[in-house]
T-cell receptor, first 117, second 113 residues
Framework: EAGVTQFPSHSVIEKGQTVTLRCDPISGHDNLYWYRRVMGKEIKFLLH????????ESGMPNNRFLAERTGGTYSTLKVQPAELEDSGVYFCASSQDRERASTDTQYFGPGTRLTVL | TQLLEQSPQFLSIQEGENLTVYCNSSSVFSSLQWYRQEPGEGPVLLVT???GGEVKKLKRLTFQFGDARKDSSLHITAAQPGDTGLYLC?????????????WGLGTSLAVNP
């Protein structure tokens, strides 16, 4: 079974440019999550999709970030325009269980390392 | 704001030694998860503890959830070089259908042969 995949693995852009990150969850997983780790800080939750709906987007930093999950399969996270503080590693995760959150395992992708110059 | 304080941040020990990593919070969590992350990869779940006072063992690793579900520890017995890596704790902040994980900063463990 294929795991969570993310593309690209690395992205280097200049301040003010736009970048789109993609996440393909494990097939059949309704839950999809985005997290971010800024250097020197802990991993932080960004948002959670259930199928194509945003269940919780309380961690999205500001309106420069737009996440979509059309059709409830893959997801994209667009940053427009990118700022220096957006640099970090963006992780995507997916999970299957819709009923019991406490034992629902989140499987993580390898992350996209974003560098904004 | 819920926070998880993880300590120590760095640990370098000799093969065969024991070690303990701690995660502490003033908040109650629905569950506490421990992950291990290798360079260039995402975190991989080791264990989930759900009940206050729960203890789980995974070979030489022992995980404990505090009685009040505010803290947790990871104890490794007779560490081996293969245990080297980044260990992360994450608390489940689950309310309704929300499944946010609150993360500690991580413990970078180096086990020297």
């Amino acid at each position: 079974e294929a795991g969570v995949t993310q593309f690209p693995s690395h992205s280097v852009i200049e301040k003010g440019q736009t970048v789109t990150l993609r996440c393909d969850p494990i097939s059949g997983h309704d839950n999809l999550y985005w997290y971010r780790r800024v250097m020197g800080k802990e991993i932080k939750f960004l948002l959670h999709f259930v199928k194509e709906s945003k269940q919780d987007e309380s961690g999205m930093p500001n309106n420069r970030f737009l996440a979509e999950r059309t059709g409830g399969t893959y997801s994209t996270l667009k940053v427009q325009p990118a700022e220096l503080e957006d640099s970090g590693v963006y992780f995507c995760a997916s999970s299957q269980d819709r009923e019991r959150a406490s034992t629902d395992t989140q499987y993580f992708g390898p992350g996209t390392r974003l560098t904004v110059l | 704001t819920q926070l998880l304080e993880q300590s120590p941040q760095f640990l370098s020990i000799q093969e065969g030694e024991n070690l303990t990593v701690y995660c502490n919070s003033s908040s109650v969590f629905s569950s506490l998860q421990w992950y291990r992350q290798e360079p260039g990869e995402g975190p991989v779940l080791l264990v989930t503890v759900v009940t206050g006072g729960e203890v789980k063992k995974l070979k030489r690793l022992t995980f404990q959830f505090g009685d009040a579900r505010k803290d947790s520890s990871l104890h490794i017995t007779a560490a081996q070089p293969g245990d080297t890596g980044l260990y992360l704790c994450a608390g489940g902040a689950f309310a309704g259908n929300n499944r946010k994980l609150i993360w500690g900063l991580g413990t970078s463990l180096a086990v020297n042969p």
